[in-house]
C-alpha cells in the first residue's frame, strides 16, 4: 500500500488541500480512496477521526493501514486530483479536547502523582483513567486550577520530530515504544508527550478546562471533562438548570442546594408519615379481610385481587395478617394496563401465614407460580412471587386455596 503524507502532522490548521488517488478498492459502504496526501485524521489514541468532504461528497470513514491513509466514499470521485476538506467546526474541537487532555494529565501527575493509563474522546464529554482509585477531591480541584493556569498563561504547544534513539533520552511523561520518527506534542515547560493528534497552538486556544466527574472504575479513577466551547455550553445548561431550580424553588441560584436539601428532607418525613399511616390502615384492613372470611379448622383463610397501584398496601396487608392469630393470606396485585387496555404479567403473588403456622407458605408458592409459568418463593410464613397472566389470577388463587384447604 502506498505511503499517505499525512499533512496534519505538521500543520493542524490546515482546512482543505489538494491530492492524487492512488489506489481505490471496493467497501461495503461505498469504495475506499487512498490519496498521495491528506489532512483527514484517522481515529487513533482515543481521539475520533475528522468529517468533511472529498469533491463536495461527504467523507464516510477515515482509515488508517501502515503508513496509508484512506478515505471511505458512496462513491469514487470523477477525477483522480481532488479537493478535500476538513469539517473545521469539529476539527477545532477536537484539538482543544486532545490538548486539553495533555494538560490536564500532566496537572494530575503534579497534583496527585496519578499516570493516565488511558484517554477516551466523546461526543459530548472526554474522560482519562488515572492509574489509581485513592485520587481525593482536593487533588482533582488542584490539578483543575493547575491546569486552566496554564491555559490562562497562553503557552506555546509545538510539535517535534526525534528520532526513537533521541525520544528515549528525553523527559517524555509517558515511554513510547514507536520506531523511527517520533511525533512529539510540547506544551512550553509543562508538558511533553509522543503523540499523533492534532492539537492546537497555543494553550490559551484551548479555553477553559472543567472536570465535570470522577468515579472510581475497578482500581482507576475515570475522569471526565470538558475544554473550550464544551465547557461554555456545559456551564450554559448549569446555569439555566439552576435557574429553573431556583425558580421553582422560589430562590435564587445561590440558595438552590439549600433549598433541595429542605425539600429532601421534607419529603423523607413525609414518606416516614405515610409508612405509618399506611402500616395502620393495614392493619385495620386486614382485620376486616380477615373478619369476612370464613373461618374452617380454626383458621380464617384471606383471598383478595388488589389493583396495581395499590401493590405497597397490599404487601404491608399480608404482614398485617401474619400478626393475626389462625389466619393465612393468598394476595394477589394485578398489572398495570396499558392506553389499549391490555394487561401484561407484572403481577406479584404474597402468601403469607400467622407465625407457625401449618402450612409451607415458601412452597406452596413456588408450587402455584410453577403451574402457571410464574415465579417466585419465600419462607415458611411468607412468599411472594409473580409473572402469572392477568386472566389467570383468579384461578391461580383458586388453585392455592385448594392446596392449603384439601
Not at 490519496?35 to 468533511?52: C, H, M, N, T
Not at 497534583?111 to 459530548?124: P, Q
Request: charged residues 30%.
Amino acid at each position: 500500500m502506498p505511503k499517505t503524507e499525512r499533512l496534519y502532522y505538521t500543520d493542524c490548521y490546515r482546512r482543505d488541500f489538494e491530492a492524487r488517488l492512488v489506489a481505490v478498492e471496493p467497501d461495503a459502504r461505498g469504495v475506499r480512496v487512498t490519496l498521495d496526501r491528506s489532512a483527514f485524521y484517522p481515529e487513533s489514541g482515543g481521539q475520533p477521526r475528522d468529517a468533511g468532504t472529498l469533491d463536495g461528497a461527504p467523507v464516510l470513514d477515515v482509515v488508517a493501514h501502515d503508513d496509508a491513509v484512506a478515505l471511505v466514499l458512496a462513491a469514487k470521485p470523477a477525477s483522480d486530483v481532488v479537493h478535500g476538506a476538513i469539517d473545521w467546526t469539529r476539527r477545532f474541537d477536537h484539538m482543544q479536547q486532545h490538548t486539553g487532555q495533555h494538560v490536564l494529565s500532566a496537572a494530575f501527575e503534579r497534583a496527585a502523582r496519578s499516570k493516565t493509563v488511558s484517554f477516551h474522546m466523546g461526543a459530548e464529554v472526554s474522560s482519562i483513567d488515572l492509574d489509581t482509585d485513592r485520587v481525593t477531591r482536593r487533588q482533582i480541584d488542584e490539578a483543575e486550577e493547575l491546569a486552566n493556569q496554564v491555559v490562562f498563561e497562553d503557552r506555546e504547544v509545538r510539535i517535534l520530530f526525534r528520532s526513537a534513539s533521541e525520544a528515549s533520552e528525553m523527559d517524555l511523561r509517558k515511554p513510547t515504544e514507536r520506531a523511527g520518527d517520533v511525533r512529539l506534542i510540547e506544551v512550553a515547560d509543562f508538558d511533553l508527550s509522543a503523540c499523533g493528534g492534532t492539537h492546537v497552538r497555543r494553550t490559551g486556544e484551548i479555553g477553559l478546562i472543567s472536570v465535570r466527574k470522577h468515579e472510581r472504575v475497578r482500581n482507576q479513577t475515570r475522569v471526565e471533562f470538558v475544554c473550550g466551547r464544551r465547557a461554555l455550553l456545559a456551564a450554559r445548561r448549569d446555569f439555566l438548570g439552576l435557574s429553573d431550580a431556583g425558580r421553582l424553588l422560589s430562590g435564587g441560584l445561590e440558595q438552590v442546594p439549600a433549598l433541595v436539601q429542605k425539600q429532601v428532607e421534607e419529603a423523607r418525613a413525609a414518606q416516614r408519615a405515610r409508612e405509618k399511616l399506611v402500616t395502620r390502615l393495614a392493619e385495620y384492613q386486614a382485620s376486616e379481610l380477615a373478619a369476612a372470611a370464613p373461618e374452617r379448622n380454626g383458621r380464617r383463610v384471606i383471598r383478595h385481587v388488589f389493583p396495581h397501584e395499590e401493590r405497597l398496601e397490599a404487601r404491608m396487608i399480608a404482614h398485617a395478617i401474619q400478626r393475626l392469630p389462625g389466619a393465612a393470606a393468598l394476595l394477589a396485585v394485578a398489572p398495570p394496563v396499558d392506553s389499549s387496555g391490555n394487561a401484561g404479567r407484572a403481577t406479584t403473588l404474597f402468601f403469607a401465614q400467622s407465625a407457625g403456622g401449618a402450612a409451607d407458605m415458601g412452597a406452596l408458592l413456588k408450587t402455584v407460580v410453577g403451574e402457571f409459568q410464574g415465579k417466585g418463593g419465600g419462607t415458611h410464613d411468607f412468599a411472594q412471587g409473580g409473572g402469572i397472566e392477568a386472566a389467570k389470577l383468579e384461578e391461580a388463587l383458586s388453585r392455592a386455596r385448594s392446596l392449603l384447604e384439601p
